[in-house]
C-alpha cells in the first residue's frame, strides 16, 4: 500500500486517520508549513510473521534448556542425596530435599548460632509487605501526574543530583585519603556539569515529550498488566536458569556435594549459557516495548482506538508483538545478548588477571552494548508501528534521522533519567511508611520493614517507568513521522511540542536554515556514556 492510497482512505474515511496496525498515516495538515517538510514515512506491512527464523531458534533453544534440566537436575538430586544418606539422614533423596536444602541455606538469617529463632512473627512480615505493594502502587501510578505536571522541574533536578553525587562521592575521597575516589569523583563531575551544559536548552523538549508519553499510558493503563506480567516470567525464568545451569556446570565438571570439581567447564557452553540468560531477558523486555510502540502509535493517529484501559489497540498490539513481530524482537534481542554474555565472561576473566587490556575492552564493550540498546529501542518502535523486520526497520530508523537531520534528538531520552530517579524516590517513601507501621505497630522490624518497602516501592515504579520510557522513544519517532496528526488529534500537547522544539532548534524554524543537519556532538555522546546515563 502507498502513501497515495492512505490519502486517499483518509479523505473517504471524512477526516478520521486509518488505523493501520495500531497507527495510521494522516493527510499533510500543514502541507504548505516549510515548518514541517515532507520525509520519507514508514508504510504499513503486509501481515506475516517476519524474521521467522529467529523465532524458530528461540523456542529451540528454550526446548534445550527444558532438555538440560530433565537431564542433569536428577542427577545433581542424586549427588546431594547419596551426601545426606553418607551423613546418616534417613530420609530417601529427592529432587524437592536438594533444593530444600540449598534453600535452607538463605532462611537461617532468622536464627542465631544457638539456634534460637530471633522474634520475627512471618505474618507481620507479609502484613508489611502486602501493605508496602499497596503503597507503592497507588504512588507509582500517582506519580505519572506529577512527572505530567512537573517534568521539566523533575529533570532538572535529576542533573543536580547527579552533580551532587559526584562531588559528595569525590569529597569522601578526599576526607578518606582515597585518591582513586576523589579522582573518580572529580572526573564524573566535570562530566556531569560538562553534559548538563550540553543538554539544559532541551530539557523544555524532553520535558514535554515525557509529558505526552505519560499521558498516553495513562489513556492506557492496560499496558502496565503486560509490564508486570513480564516481571513474573522474568522471575520464572530466572529461577530455571540458574538451577538448569547450576546443574549443568556441576555434571559436566564432575563437581560432588560440596562442590569440588574434577573438570573444567568448557568456555563455550559458559558462553552459551549466558547467551541463553541473556537472550530470554532481552525477549521479554521487548515484547512489551513493541506492544508499548504499537498502542502509543494508536493513541498518535487514532486516538479514538485507544482510549481506555483495556482497548483493542492494547490487545491488538500484544498479539503482534508475540505473534507476526516476535522473530523480529527475537533477532534485535541477540544482538545486544552475545554483546553482555561477552562482557560478563570478561568480567570474570578479570577477577582473576586484572589487566589493563581486559579492562580497556570491557569497557569498549560496555559502551557498544549501550549503544546497541539505544539503537534498538527505535528500531523497536518501527516493529511495533508498522510491523517492519528487524533490519528493515533498522534501516528505517537511519533514514529517518538522516533525513530530518534529528540525529541530536536521541540525547534528548534524557527523560529516562527521571524515570529512573521517580522509581528510588518512591522506593524511599514506601519504606519510610513501612518502617514507621512497624514502630508504630511495635514489630521491632524497622530496618526489615524499611529495606521491603524500599525494594517492592522501587520494583513497582520501575517497571511502570518502563512502560513510560518506551512510550518516550515512540513518541520521539512520531513526532518526527508525522506532527501534522499530533497538531489534529492532540492540539494542546502539540502546541506545548512546537513551543519547546523552537526553544531547542531554533534553526529548524528558519526555511533557509531547514536543510542543515543537526549532527549529535562527539563530546555530547562521550558525556552521555561516561555519565552512565540510562537512554534505552
Not at 262 to 270: M, S
Not at 383 to 408: P, Q, T
Not at 410 to 427: E, F, R
Not at 462 to 480: E, H, K, N
Request: aromatic share 12%; charged share 15%.
Amino acid at each position: 500500500m502507498n502513501n497515495n492510497n492512505y490519502t486517499q482512505s483518509y479523505n473517504e474515511m471524512g477526516n478520521r486517520p486509518p488505523v493501520v496496525q495500531g497507527q495510521a498515516v494522516s493527510a499533510s495538515i500543514y502541507a504548505h508549513d516549510a515548518k514541517f517538510p515532507e520525509v520519507t514515512k514508514g508504510e504499513h506491512q503486509p501481515t506475516k510473521f517476519n524474521d521467522m527464523l529467529w523465532s524458530v531458534l528461540f523456542t529451540a533453544h528454550l526446548i534445550a534448556i527444558g532438555c538440560l534440566s530433565a537431564i542433569y537436575i536428577p542427577q545433581v538430586a542424586n549427588i546431594e542425596g547419596n551426601r545426606m544418606l553418607m551423613e546418616g539422614s534417613p530420609q530417601k533423596a529427592s529432587i524437592s530435599q536438594f533444593f530444600s536444602s540449598k534453600l535452607g541455606s538463605q532462611s537461617r538469617f532468622l536464627e542465631d548460632q544457638d539456634g534460637e529463632s530471633f522474634d520475627y512473627d512471618v505474618s507481620s512480615i507479609l502484613t508489611l509487605v502486602l501493605i508496602s505493594a499497596i503503597f507503592g502502587f497507588v504512588l507509582s501510578i500517582a506519580s505519572l501526574s506529577i512527572m505530567m505536571k512537573y517534568a521539566e522541574g523533575l529533570i532538572k533536578a535529576g542533573l543536580f543530583f547527579q552533580l551532587a553525587a559526584a562531588f559528595l562521592t569525590g569529597l569522601s575521597g578526599f576526607l578518606l585519603g582515597a585518591s582513586e575516589i576523589l579522582i573518580t569523583g572529580l572526573i564524573f563531575f566535570a562530566f556531569t556539569a560538562c553534559f548538563a551544559c550540553a543538554v539544559w536548552s532541551r530539557i523544555p523538549f524532553a520535558a514535554t515529550n515525557l509529558a505526552t508519553a505519560t499521558t498516553a499510558v495513562r489513556a492506557n493503563s492496560g499496558l502496565t498488566f503486560f509490564a508486570y506480567v513480564s516481571i513474573v516470567v522474568t522471575i520464572g525464568w530466572l529461577i530455571w536458569w540458574s538451577t538448569t545451569a547450576t546443574a549443568t556446570i556441576m555434571i559436566v565438571a564432575d563437581c560432588d556435594a560440596e562442590g569440588n570439581c574434577n573438570n573444567e567447564v568448557n568456555g563455550f557452553v559458559v558462553f552459551l549459557l549466558l547467551v541463553s540468560l541473556y537472550w530470554t531477558l532481552q525477549v521479554v523486555k521487548n515484547v512489551v516495548h513493541v506492544t508499548v510502540a504499537g498502542t502509543v502509535g494508536t493513541w498518535w493517529w487514532s486516538p479514538l482506538e485507544a482510549n481506555s484501559c483495556c482497548s483493542g489497540a492494547v490487545r491488538t498490539s500484544y498479539t503482534r508483538a508475540i505473534t507476526y513481530s516476535f522473530g523480529s524482537i527475537c533477532l534485535g534481542s541477540l544482538i545486544v545478548a552475545i554483546v553482555q554474555a561477552v562482557k560478563k565472561i570478561l568480567q570474570q576473566m578479570r577477577d582473576s588477571d586484572d589487566g589493563i587490556l581486559l579492562c580497556i575492552a570491557e569497557c569498549c564493550l560496555g559502551i557498544l552494548e549501550s549503544l546497541l540498546e539505544l539503537f534498538n529501542s527505535f528500531a523497536f518502535v518501527y516493529v511495533g508501528l508498522y510491523g517492519y523486520g528487524f533490519i528493515d526497520a533498522a534501516k528505517a530508523v537511519v533514514n529517518l534521522f538522516k533525513e530530518r537531520g534529528w540525529s541530536a534528538i536521541i540525547t534528548d531520552s534524557l527523560a529516562h533519567y527521571v524515570l529512573t530517579m521517580v522509581s528510588i524516590c518512591v522506593g524511599l517513601i514506601v519504606g519510610a511508611i513501612s518502617a514507621l507501621i512497624s514502630y508504630s505497630a511495635q514489630l521491632n522490624v524497622e530496618g526489615a520493614a524499611f529495606f521491603i518497602g524500599l525494594i517492592i516501592g522501587t520494583t513497582l515504579t520501575q517497571i511502570l517507568m518502563g512502560v513510560v520510557g518506551s512510550a518516550v522513544d515512540t513518541v520521539i519517532v512520531c513526532y518526527a513521522e508525522d506532527p501534522n496528526a499530533f497538531q489534529a488529534n492532540h492540539p494542546e500537547l502539540s502546541e506545548r511540542m512546537r513551543d519547546t522544539w523552537r526553544q531547542a532548534y531554533p534553526e529548524n524554524f528558519d526555511t533557509e536554515l531547514f536543510d542543515t543537519k543537526i549532527r549529535m556532538k562527539e563530546f555530547d555522546l562521550l558525556c552521555l556514556l561516561l555519565c552512565g546515563w540510562d537512554v534505552s
